[in-house]
């Protein structure tokens, strides 16, 4: 039988766990809206702190990996306990992946032309404004255990979809208007994009958290509207 002391450890960890993955998704978000600061007000100082901070978020992850082994481990946690472990460390890793993101949009902010206006970025603005609210949406599920946040946050991922189609339209319009356009136009493709990708992220975190506090997986994400694209890498 497991003494008090032990019970009372074992709820610790469990609690650090939890206040790691939502470090993890805060600084996301702090990350995110910093990158798409310095995207529109072009400035470099920023940008070069998002990439700067890549670090932390990695570091956090590490810690996730560690104690979620430890963890199993040494606590063997079963049922309701064991849901929650194993999601912490799936959305830990999608979380490091949309810290990348968002270095990889600032990285974009540096490339653009110094007179670049902030018009230029077309819907991008607003792009970067609905992925922020999906992943704040997305985190707050998380950490209040909201089913229905959850499952409504997963559906709007839709209308992410729907804006960088509009937004992709607009560019290649641009770019066939104005060659001398088309670098700029392929910078602007690759932040639509990881913007995207900040979303199929933060859907897979909310189909986690359906999964952590129902028992239950999501039907079968939606199909992706257009043809599949290659990673953007940095």
């Given at each position: 039988m497991s003494t008090p002391h032990t019970i009372s450890a074992y709820e610790r960890e469990l609690g650090r766990l939890e206040d790691l993955v939502l470090a993890m998704g805060l600084f996301g978000i702090s990350q995110l809206e910093r990158a798409m600061s310095a995207l529109e007000g072009r400035d470099s100082a920023v940008a070069a702190s998002v990439i700067a901070g890549d670090i932390r978020e990695d570091s956090l992850e590490?810690?996730?990996e560690d104690l979620v082994v430890r963890l199993i481990a040494l606590r063997q946690p079963a049922a309701s306990d064991l849901r929650q472990v194993t999601c912490a460390f799936k959305a830990a890793v999608h979380l490091e992946r949309i810290g990348d993101y968002a270095v990889?949009?600032?990285?974009?902010s540096l490339v653009l032309?110094?007179?670049f206006a902030v018009t230029h970025l077309l819907a991008i603005p607003r792009m970067?404004?609905?992925?922020?609210?999906?992943?704040?949406?997305t985190v707050r599920a998380?950490?209040?255990k909201d089913l229905q946040l959850a499952t409504d946050t997963w559906c709007g991922d839709q209308a992410l979809d729907a804006l960088k189609s509009e937004?992709?339209?607009?560019?290649v319009t641009s770019m066939k208007d104005d060659p001398k356009t088309i670098d700029v136009g392929i910078d602007l493709m690759f932040i639509a994009k990881n913007l995207e990708r900040v979303g199929d992220q933060a859907t897979n975190i909310c189909e986690l958290t359906y999964y952590r506090i129902?028992?239950?997986h999501l039907p079968p994400r939606r199909p992706k509207?257009?043809?599949p694209q290659s990673d953007t890498g940095s």
């Amino acid at each position: 039988m497991s003494t008090p002391h032990t019970i009372s450890a074992y709820e610790r960890e469990l609690g650090r766990l939890e206040d790691l993955v939502l470090a993890m998704g805060l600084f996301g978000i702090s990350q995110l809206e910093r990158a798409m600061s310095a995207l529109e007000g072009r400035d470099s100082a920023v940008a070069a702190s998002v990439i700067a901070g890549d670090i932390r978020e990695d570091s956090l992850e590490t810690e996730v990996e560690d104690l979620v082994v430890r963890l199993i481990a040494l606590r063997q946690p079963a049922a309701s306990d064991l849901r929650q472990v194993t999601c912490a460390f799936k959305a830990a890793v999608h979380l490091e992946r949309i810290g990348d993101y968002a270095v990889h949009i600032a990285k974009r902010s540096l490339v653009l032309p110094s007179d670049f206006a902030v018009t230029h970025l077309l819907a991008i603005p607003r792009m970067g404004q609905l992925t922020l609210k999906m992943l704040g949406d997305t985190v707050r599920a998380y950490r209040e255990k909201d089913l229905q946040l959850a499952t409504d946050t997963w559906c709007g991922d839709q209308a992410l979809d729907a804006l960088k189609s509009e937004l992709l339209r607009e560019i290649v319009t641009s770019m066939k208007d104005d060659p001398k356009t088309i670098d700029v136009g392929i910078d602007l493709m690759f932040i639509a994009k990881n913007l995207e990708r900040v979303g199929d992220q933060a859907t897979n975190i909310c189909e986690l958290t359906y999964y952590r506090i129902s028992g239950d997986h999501l039907p079968p994400r939606r199909p992706k509207s257009g043809a599949p694209q290659s990673d953007t890498g940095s």
